[in-house]
T-cell receptor, first 112, second 114 residues
């Protein structure tokens, strides 16, 4: 029962270019979405979130877009930096409650 | 501000044994959630504790149990270990306030069951 899917296991981009990470979900009850970044040997670090009442949320170089009709969200990183190289997890919940569902992650590599 | 800490960092057990993993929540946080992350997958929600009571549970059998203490630290106990329990166990803490319950993760405990 994988309600949150990240279909690209890996992504490689050049430093300075845009990174676009995608996430799809199946449960229409989800109304709160988050992105986490994970470095090796560390726990996931919260990056950015968006509630279903919005379609865009921006924080510095990071922007999350939500398309509710398509049940799709994406994370844009502009410009990408080598330090952004990590595994990125998309997560979703109902009413920002305890049962957060995660995707399998996308490994982003930003090449200098 | 102290972040989320977990102990031990690594653990090796044999099938049938029992294990206890520990988590200290971030300063000021009153809610702790536990996740299991198998290799190549995202974290899966096990359960959450709020004010020392279980506050939601994922699709895990009863041999996964937990505790939360008055200082909001927490334990995850797994009985009758199976090979498939080998995973990274993550603890996340949050502050129960209307509108924002962002969870902050510890570094995890990597459990290997042989």
């Amino acid at each position: 029962d994988q309600q949150v899917k990240q279909n690209s296991p890996s992504l490689s981009v050049q430093e300075g270019r845009i990174s676009i990470l995608n996430c799809d979900y199946t449960n229409s009850m989800f109304d709160y979405f988050l992105w986490y970044k994970k470095y090796p040997a560390e726990g996931p670090t919260f990056l950015i979130s968006i509630s279903s009442i919005k379609d865009k949320n921006e924080d510095g170089r990071f922007t999350v877009f939500l398309n509710k009709s398509a049940k799709h969200l994406s994370l844009h990183i502009v410009p990408s930096q080598p330090g952004d190289s990590a595994v990125y997890f998309c997560a979703a919940s109902v009413n920002n409650n305890n049962d957060m569902r995660f995707g399998a992650g996308t490994r982003l590599t930003v090449k200098p | 501000e102290t972040g989320v800490t977990q102990s031990p960092t690594h653990l090796i057990k044999t099938r049938g044994q029992q294990v206890t993993l520990r988590c200290s929540s971030q300063s000021g946080h009153n809610t702790v959630s536990w996740y299991q992350q198998a290799l190549g997958q995202g974290p899966q929600f096990i359960f959450q504790y709020y004010r020392e009571e279980e506050n939601g549970r994922g699709n895990f059998p009863p041999r996964f149990s937990g505790l939360q203490f008055p200082n909001y630290s927490s334990e995850l106990n797994v009985n009758a270990l199976e090979l498939d329990d080998s995973a990274l166990y993550l603890c996340a803490s949050s502050l129960r306030l209307a509108g924002d319950e962002t969870q902050y993760f510890g570094p995890g405990t990597r459990l290997l069951v042989l």
